[in-house]
Every structure is written in C-alpha cells, then in structure tokens.
C-alpha cells in the first residue's frame, strides 16, 4: 500500500488529474447537468470532462480525441457490417442466392452509406437503463 501511495505520489504531475476547473451554475441547471450525466450512465463530473473535451479541437488534446474517433469507426465498421450482413443473410434465409453483381451492390451501399448509419445510432437516446 505504501509503495503504491509512493508510486502514485511521485508520478502525479504525468498521469493523474490533480486541478479543477470549475463554474458555477444555478440549483436547475445543475439539476439538468445531473440528469444529462444520468442518462448517459456517467457521474457529472466524467460527463462534464468529455463534453468538454469534445468541444476542444483535437490538436489541444490529441489523446481524447483519438479514443472518441476511435469509437466511431469503430461504430461505423459495426454498423455497416450488420446492414451486410442482414441483408445477405435475409436473401439466404428465403433459399435465394446472390450473383456477384448484388453483392457488389450491396457492399457499394454499404460503404457509401455507414457513416450516416452510425451517426443515427450516436443520434438516438440512451437506451432506459432505470428499469
């Protein structure tokens, strides 16, 4: 326990968060800032963090950035490989067969239009995780 407390103690400054930034707000806007980081299954405080990193061009905090966008293509690949896939699958499974010709087309929809697929899925609300 002691040489972690040490550990941690020298290194503060490169890994750890050791300042505030803060603001002040009123007793309903706090309450909306609450419910906001609610809904999305975080504390304030986290919630707060990444929207403000989000709101900062990536060259200020490469690092946050990069996981963010990491995310999205990674969506993105996700949800073009189910768009693929159910529509493969769907043609099989009424006994048919694809030519090479459908396929292609199916892969050029895909790849045109995945990336507005995964926006949609950021775009849609949480879903109710109180049940």
């Not at 990193?53 to 995310?71: A, K, M, Q, T, V």
């Not at 690949?77 to 087309?105: C, K, N, P």
Request: glycine share 4%; aromatic share 10%; proline share 4%.
């Amino acid at each position: 326990m002691t040489e972690e407390f040490t550990f941690a103690k020298k290194n503060r400054s490169q890994n750890f968060r050791t300042h505030t930034a803060s603001t002040k707000v009123t007793q309903s806007e706090f309450a909306e800032l609450e419910c906001a980081a609610a809904e999305r299954g975080l504390r304030l405080s986290e919630w707060i963090r990444e929207v403000l990193f989000r709101e900062l061009p990536e060259s200020h905090h490469p690092n946050f950035g990069d996981h963010i966008n990491y995310g999205k293509r990674l969506l993105t690949e996700i949800v073009g490989l189910q768009v693929f896939l159910t529509h493969v699958l769907s043609t099989m499974s009424r006994g048919e067969w694809l030519d090479a010709e459908q396929y292609e087309e199916i892969m050029r929809q895909v790849k045109a239009k995945k990336h507005r697929w995964a926006q949609q899925v950021l775009a849609e609300p949480p879903p109710d995780t109180h049940e």
